[in-house]
């Protein structure tokens, strides 16, 4: 596969959902980052272990720790960036090749399909929750390690 | 709670529900909502208050002894220029930078401008994502101008019915049918290749992600009316873009 091209790429698609959903302008470079890094890892992960599940619970984990790094920066609503970077994640393949599977009477091969969209949403939602949690961890002790340094604690 | 004067309560219960009613519209996460409407509750001395956010109407409760307020949400559209102008105005509000009369006066402007950009803009971005996800899932350069220009009248598509009908699903179906109609006709009259691929990245722009995203963060929040409601909001979307796909390929 083509790496700058597959990253341009993504750039640009989350960069154009950025200005579907008006973003504010400032952030949209930014949402097309979040996009090509959710792609990225997404692409990776799945030619490694070729399994679509797995790679795209890692990228919608990527895309919701680099929207809240983002969010923290820009001190905006962190779904600002996030929206933009899941679009390319969403089963649209395999949803659609499920209903087509349907129309042509091939109802076997349409419950795997459907099963392994149905996977996949659930692992991009399984993503972003985990991601979030962590995250919220992460920042929630950074906080008390930073207000102990400056002796704000009343321990 | 410390006593604050009847006009002073009634513009400050104002602000918080036309806050709430900006973000609702424009798309913001339930809980993000209500924890916007608390802060600006508590900078504001209403300690012991309570909201509960649908995606159709907001309740706000200030106190026990005062009375209860609502609103109505009527149409929901996907504009995040404005939940980040509200979320700056009422950051502002909680850290006292803004009083709260400036604070309402930023809400009503926020309110009535109207932020989005032309839809000849928009239609242009759905464009160019069409036309990406196309080469990313595997289409050849060749068939790249069909990915633009379907990707591209399929929006436009959705976005008028939508103007003048306020039906979501039959706008939707209407912009699924069409592009699967060009996609087919492009495919059948041997100027394109790869029906599929071509379908698949003309679809992308009108995929309900904002919604799905949303419904599940609600639903992991506790929010289970919202959530359960945006997660059905979702599936009637894609319901209504798998029927329109479908029936052309039943052809």
Not at chain 1, 59 to 76: C, E, N, P, Q, Y
Not at chain 1, 140 to 147: D, E, G, H, V
Not at chain 2, 47 to 59: A, D, E, K, L
Not at chain 2, 187 to 205: H, K
Request: proline content about 2%; charged content about 15%; aromatic content about 10%.
């Amino acid at each position: 596969m083509n790496w700058p091209l597959e990253a341009l790429l993504s750039f640009l698609a989350a960069g154009a959902f950025g200005v579907i959903f008006n973003a504010p302008r400032r952030t949209l470079v930014s949402c097309g980052l979040v996009g090509m890094s959710g792609w990225l890892i997404y692409r990776s992960f799945f030619l490694i272990f070729e399994d679509s599940v797995q790679a795209s619970f890692a990228g919608a984990f990527a895309v919701s720790i680099v929207a809240h790094l983002l969010a923290k920066k820009f001190r905006m609503p962190m779904i600002i960036f996030s929206i933009a970077g899941i679009i390319p994640l969403v089963p649209g393949s395999k949803a659609y090749n499920a209903m087509r599977n349907i129309v042509e009477n091939n109802y076997l091969e349409a419950i795997a399909f459907a099963s392994e969209a149905l996977m996949i949403s659930g692992a991009v939602a399984m993503g972003l929750v985990f991601a979030e949690v962590m995250m919220q961890l992460f920042f929630k002790r950074q906080a008390k390690r930073i207000q102990r340094k400056m002796g704000l604690t009343q321990e | 709670m410390a006593q604050i004067g009847e006009t002073r309560r009634e513009l400050a219960l104002d602000c918080f529900l036309l806050a709430g009613r900006i973000m609702m519209e424009s798309g913001a996460e339930t809980y993000r909502v209500e924890d916007t409407m608390i802060r600006m509750a508590v900078s504001q001395n209403m300690v012991n208050s309570h909201c509960f956010v649908t995606p159709t109407g907001i309740m706000f409760s200030p106190s026990e002894e005062l009375a209860t307020r609502f609103v109505r949400i009527n149409n929901r559209s996907t504009d995040l220029e404005r939940v980040a102008l509200v979320n700056s105005v009422s950051r502002n509000l909680v850290s006292g930078e803004y009083t709260l009369q400036q604070a309402y006066d930023e809400m009503l402007m926020i309110d009535q401008t109207n932020y989005r950009s032309s839809i000849w803009v928009q239609t242009l971005a759905a464009s160019v994502a069409s036309a990406c996800f196309f080469i990313l899932l595997g289409g050849s350069w060749i068939n790249l101008p069909f990915a633009f220009v379907i990707g591209g009248i399929g929006f436009i598509i959705v976005e008028k019915i939508l103007e003048e009908t306020r039906v979501k699903i039959f706008a939707e179906f209407i912009g699924a049918f069409v592009i699967g109609i060009l996609a087919s006709l492009a495919v059948y009259s041997g100027i394109a290749t790869n029906l599929d691929t071509l379908i698949i990245g003309s679809i992308m722009p009108l995929v309900p992600g904002l919604l799905i995203t949303n419904a599940v963060r609600d639903l992991m929040a506790g929010h289970f009316v919202s959530g359960l409601s945006k997660g059905a909001e979702a599936f009637l979307t894609a319901f209504a873009i798998g029927a329109g796909i479908a029936l052309v390929i039943s052809f």
